[in-house]
């Protein structure tokens, strides 16, 4: 998970980027870099592993810089090494990034054609490029970036040097992290406030899309429209800033807005973008004649996302079960078998239990979790890292869809492991999957309509949530996040249950929350959404926008982008959090610390 630092500072700053860095060490990382301006042209420093390479490599080749920026890299495009740390550089131009460039491929091929020269196998070069050659254009600095800017597809933070210009350093953000510092005649660009926390505690959120000029007069923030815009100064308190909610009310809707870097992180320990090809570290899944996924909560619905895909991608009997029942009811695991447990912590006390009793009988056993120092990843034979970061409200968002990521991928990478999908097949479905990032983030901007469809459900009693086949588990998702922050009772049901009991809940009282894109099954979820409409309910439909064309009359649509069944499952994810979200708001709930619940239940 990088970390960025820029700094426009009155005196060297070599070792200011290297404490910063230091700060943001607990984002991982596996190379280090920093650059800066000295006598007007651009030095840089690059070690592969920890800071202390980097902090030795300076010893021997000092850099006298007061205007620089620096970087923590966790390698997605191209392995861990000097040619592929950041900083990158192309002509004029230094860049550090945190992100994937969707459409990096095309770029490259293009700028290559032209005749200019790459040297790694970041994606992150091609930006340096793009910036490099608008200003041998002739347009002056931030106005190339913007250029640049506007070619790019996909989530990004950036940072951005330029030879010549020894007061200037240049940040964007779309989709991941990016704050702005502000100092006593020095400015400063971050990944967070603790990175800034040494420096200065006045803090500048950018919203997603901006850009930003800083130099010693101050900051000059663009929206993504490039329209100069005003963005508020904020204290923040440097004990804090670890989890500091920055423009967020609650930490729930940082998390919510957390989630395309949280995606993008997970996916870089699975999917490699240059090839196109997905692993599944430590497991071959040939060899594996049944999984069983256990888990808790919001995490063992993941895994019932994770059993659709594990079997119709992969033809591998898959198996999800509560780990609390499991443990009790004896059940029938052979060698051959791959447990999986699913946690956020690593620590669920019923999955832990449950895990203890797979290894006891010589069953293969796997965690997917949050931290990589928990005991569940410390007992098991593998881990399956997710890289969500800290999370801080007790209702699960980014941790839970760093889930179902890596879930995704571990099901692809079964999928040609088993022999049921070839090599192109398996680089068209990770080529999906890494758009996934960039579809969640379209997925969070527009909260307006949210907004008012949730004052219709904070007034009710029920609430049904409605889905098929992967859509199934997110309307029990769905349900439970409505449950646990707005204490409205809530249950989510399989579409076609509908007629075989809960209809007869349905009235004018009730909201039917019906979860469906424009999928094959899109048609007989109408007809469900037709029957509760003609007994007089009231349907929020959460689709695309195909499938708003196709709604029936009289249901209030809510509005996802269009995308792949493949990742609809994590694009989706985010209206049903958003609705939750808003609701508990409006009834005055403490969000982050629902009564009775606890982050992580160590306890049976």
């Known amino acids: ?327 009790y009811r004896e059940p029938a695991l052979r060698p051959g078998a791959l447990a999986l447990a699913i946690s956020q912590s690593g620590e669920t006390a019923d999955t832990l239990a449950a895990l203890r009793w797979c290894k006891a009988r010589g069953i293969t056993t796997a965690a997917l979790v949050n931290s990589s120092e928990s005991t569940m990843a410390r007992e098991v034979d593998v881990v399956f890292p997710t890289h969500a970061g800290p999370e801080i409200g007790v209702a699960s968002t980014k941790a839970f869809t760093s889930q179902v990521a890596a879930l995704i991928a571990l099901a692809i990478a079964a999928a040609r492991q088993r022999g049921r999908i070839d090599a192109g097949e398996e680089a068209r479905l990770a080529t999906l999957l890494l758009e996934a990032p960039r579809l969640i983030a379209e997925a969070i901007v527009d909260e307006t309509l949210i907004g008012s469809i949730a004052q219709e459900i904070a007034k009710a009693r029920d609430v049904l949530y409605l889905g098929r086949g992967a859509m199934y588990p997110l309307a029990l998702e769905g349900a439970l996040k409505l449950k646990e922050i707005s204490y409205i009772h809530a249950e989510g049901y399989a579409a076609g249950e509908l007629k075989h009991g809960p209809i007869a809940l349905v009235d004018e009282a009730t909201p039917i929350i019906v979860i469906a894109p424009s999928d094959a099954l899109f048609d007989k979820t109408s007809s469900n959404m037709s029957e509760v409409i003609a007994r007089g309910g009231r349907v929020v439909l959460i689709t695309d926008a195909v499938g708003a064309g196709h709604a029936p009359e009289g249901v209030n649509v809510v509005l996802a982008p269009a995308c792949d069944p493949l990742i609809a499952p994590l694009v989706f994810a985010v209206p049903i959090q958003l609705i939750a979200y808003q609701v508990a708001v409006l009834k005055g709930a403490d969000v982050d610390q629902p009564r009775n619940l606890a982050k992580s239940v160590t306890v049976e």
């Open 1 to 327: 998970m990088c970390g960025i630092i820029g700094i426009v500072g009155l005196a060297p700053i070599s070792a200011r980027l290297v404490e910063s860095l230091r700060r943001l060490e607990y984002r991982g990382y596996d190379s280090a870099g920093i650059a800066g301006v000295v006598d007007g042209r651009i030095e840089r420093r690059r070690a592969e592993g920890k800071l202390r390479n980097l902090e030795a490599l300076l010893v021997d080749n000092p850099m006298n810089a007061t205007v620089g920026i620096g970087h923590t890299r966790w390698a997605t495009h191209g392995a861990p090494s000097v040619r592929n740390a950041h900083p990158q550089l192309a002509g004029k131009v230094a860049v550090v990034h945190n992100g994937i460039i969707e459409n990096f491929a095309p770029l490259k091929a293009a700028l290559i054609a032209e005749g200019r020269h790459f040297e790694s196998d970041t994606d992150t070069e091609v930006v340096a490029h793009l910036i490099d050659r608008e200003l041998g254009l002739g347009l002056e600095p931030v106005a190339a970036f913007k250029a640049a800017l506007d070619q790019l597809t996909g989530a990004y933070a950036l940072a951005v040097l330029v030879q010549g210009e020894d007061a200037l350093v240049m940040g964007a953000r779309r989709g991941s992290p990016l704050v702005v510092g502000e100092g006593q005649g020095e400015m400063f660009i971050g990944t967070d406030a603790l990175g800034l926390g040494p420096f200065t505690n006045r803090i500048i959120h950018l919203d997603d899309g901006d850009y930003v000029a800083i130099d010693h007069a101050g900051a000059r923030v663009f929206d993504r429209d490039g329209i100069r815009v005003e963005r508020p100064l904020r204290i923040v308190p440097a004990a804090s800033a670890l989890v500091e909610k920055g423009n967020y009310r609650h930490f729930m809707e940082k998390e919510i807005h957390d989630q395309p870097d949280a995606c993008r992180h997970t996916l870089s320990a699975y999917v490699d973008p240059i090839t196109s090809t997905v692993s599944s570290p430590g497991v071959d899944f040939a060899a594996v004649d049944r999984l069983q996924i256990v888990a808790c909560g919001t995490a063992s619905y993941a895994g019932m996302i994770g059993r659709y895909l594990f079997e119709s991608l992969a033809g591998l009997p898959t198996e999800v079960e509560i780990a609390s029942e499991f443990r």
